[in-house]
């Protein structure tokens, strides 16, 4: 029954390494997100997409990027990983709003724990 | 920018009692929704509860239900005959009708005594 799968529960990474983490939802969802969450700073937005091949900034891109090539995977890249991004990083996916009383709502994978030395 | 503060860090409740969570929200939109989210140990973020702003009735699943205050911005949960099942992290989120994302809480982490 799960929708919303992470590739990586766990990752330990050196400074300077490339990363991809990736999500793939089963749901033909529209929106896909990429959050970090830290103690104590909630849910923080990275990028978001509401369609192939679109993508948004959320709060926090800066060191990121991302990628949707197909409508059920988005991609969140670490270009080169840096310690202040070890964190959890969660991927969630929704309909597009509107679209009956599960719309607005998000249903989130399992999270991604990244470490970086 | 809309912002979502939850004033609780922590919070604890005996086992079978009843437990609120404070959630208080700024917006300038008259159109949004309201959830509260659960994240247990295991880490699955998982949704409990959705209040449309448009709606003045509470809602209410089970033994949670909210109490919606759209004049002064509040958005509480209360959980009743709490179980030890109930123990995680609980997030207040905004989505305002005219964006497509979430803004969250810091979150208020609920511990169940036995």
């Known amino acids: 029954d799960v929708k919303v799968t992470q590739s990586s529960r766990y990752l330990v990474k050196r400074t300077g390494e490339k990363v991809f983490l990736e999500c793939v939802q089963d749901?033909?969802?529209?929106?896909m997100f990429w959050y970090r969450q830290d103690p104590g700073l909630g849910l923080r937005l990275i990028y978001f997409s509401y369609d192939v091949k679109m993508k948004e900034k959320g709060d926090i891109p800066e060191g990121y990027s991302v990628s949707r090539e197909k409508k059920e995977r988005f991609s969140l890249i670490l270009e080169s990983a840096s310690t202040n991004q070890t964190s959890m990083y969660l991927c969630?996916?929704?309909?597009?709003?509107?679209?009956?009383?599960?719309?607005?709502?998000?249903?989130f994978g399992a999270g991604s724990r990244l470490t970086v030395l | 920018a809309q912002t979502v503060t939850q004033s609780q860090p922590e919070m604890s409740v005996q086992e079978a009692e009843t437990v609120t969570l404070s959630c208080t929200y700024d917006?300038?939109?008259?159109?949004?929704?309201l959830f509260w989210y659960k994240q247990p140990p295991s880490r699955q973020m998982i949704l409990v509860i959705r209040?449309?702003?448009?709606?003045?009735q509470n809602a209410t699943e089970n033994r949670f239900s909210v109490n919606f205050q759209k004049a002064a911005k509040s958005f509480s949960l209360k959980i009743s005959d709490s179980q030890l099942g109930d123990a995680a992290m609980y997030f207040c989120a905004y989505w305002p009708g005219s964006a497509r994302q979430l803004t969250f809480g810091s979150g208020t982490q609920l511990t169940v005594l036995p």
């Open positions: 749901m033909d969802h529209e929106n």
């Open positions: 209040q449309e702003a448009y709606k003045q």
């Open positions: 969630a996916s929704s309909a597009f709003p509107g679209q009956g009383a599960g719309a607005n709502v998000l249903t």
């Open positions: 917006t300038s939109e008259s159109d949004y929704y």
